[in-house]
């Protein structure tokens, strides 16, 4: 084979590869784009900080049992 035509193969595969890159991305791109999220699948903020102050209680509460009992050992 000519140096010529292993430049030409050569070319024409990078130029395949770029073109499945491309279109790969673009997918990606438009399903991205796709992604939407409305109010009514988020949860209520009240709920949220609801949830937190209950996990708070529940932290203080085990931590306060386990001073204890490290002062009563």
Request: net charge negative; proline share 1%; charged share 35%.
């Amino acid at each position: 084979m000519k140096t010529n035509t292993k430049i030409l193969i050569g070319i024409g595969i990078a130029a395949a590869a770029t073109t499945a890159i491309a279109y790969g991305v673009y997918r990606e791109l438009k399903a991205i784009r796709n992604l939407t999220i409305t109010v009514d699948d988020l949860p209520d903020e009240d709920e949220a900080f609801e949830e937190l102050a209950e996990e708070e209680v529940v932290e203080e509460a085990v931590e306060e049992a386990a001073a204890e009992e490290a002062v009563a050992d």
